[in-house]
């Protein structure tokens, strides 16, 4: 009697819907049901299609770039533009952005140089196209950079182009400023103040842009003179 006070049922026997299966309780015999119409899933509204694509419908009918960033730039967007770029843009484009980074002195394929005539001319939403996207060699860095990082990577990318053609002028009064060879030498980095050059393997990349009809993808670098090495005979290690 005991053994038989023990069995119940309750409710294991109720009309159910269990997962991956289908059910006889609704018309369509499904047991999942489907999404209301225009149903969009939580945080994913993206109401500003610019801020999350870079791009906006033109007059002619296509997406295009505009050099506009979709929120205010401010110094603490700079900083984190400037943090996130050392870490994912400089070893390829340098920190100064010339495209001499350590990966192409190792032989990758030239990087962008962000101060040539063709990186300034374009808008500013044309980098967080690239970083969302991808170009050429540069794989995309939408998994590493969320939205907000990439547009304050590009504004970032903006203020070193202002840096290399920023004035005296242009420093607020009361601002002491300092010329870079000054600083290196009080720094005692003075190769900080020398001029760019690119690596042999760079600049033999570089010739074969040029030779397949991509000037665009070519800064255009001074090539660095010839070093003659002595042979020798290897060294045991």
Not at 13 to 39: L, M
Not at 64 to 87: A, S, W
Not at 88 to 111: D, F, M, T
Not at 137 to 166: C, F, G, H, K, N
Request: some cysteine; overall charge neutral; charged content about 20%.
């Amino acid at each position: 009697m005991m053994l038989i006070a023990g069995c119940r049922q309750d409710m294991h026997n109720q009309p159910k819907i269990r997962s991956q299966r289908g059910s006889e309780f609704f018309a369509d015999h499904r047991g999942a049901r489907q999404q209301a119409a225009n149903t969009v899933a939580r945080g994913q509204l993206r109401e500003d299609s610019y801020f999350y694509t870079g791009v906006v419908q033109g007059a002619s009918g296509y997406r295009e770039e505009k050099d506009e960033m979709p929120f205010p730039v401010t110094l603490d967007v700079l900083k984190r533009g400037q943090e996130r770029f050392n870490i994912y843009c400089s070893p390829c484009h340098s920190r100064v952005g010339n495209g001499l980074g350590e990966i192409v002195e190792r032989g990758y394929k030239p990087a962008a140089n962000y101060h040539d005539q063709v990186r300034l001319s374009q808008p500013i939403s044309h980098y967080f196209y690239v970083m969302t996207h991808g170009y050429g060699a540069m794989p995309d860095y939408s998994a590493q950079l969320t939205p907000e990082d990439r547009w304050a990577v590009a504004a970032y990318i903006r203020a070193l182009q202002l840096s290399q053609a920023a004035k005296a002028s242009d420093v607020p009064a009361g601002i002491t400023v300092r010329s870079l060879k000054e600083i290196a030498a009080a720094s005692g980095h003075q190769e900080f103040a020398e001029p760019w050059t690119l690596p042999a393997t760079a600049v033999q990349a570089n010739s074969n842009d040029l030779k397949q009809g991509n000037p665009a993808l070519a800064p255009a670098y001074p090539a660095p003179p010839e070093i003659k090495i002595p042979l020798s005979k290897p060294e045991k290690h």
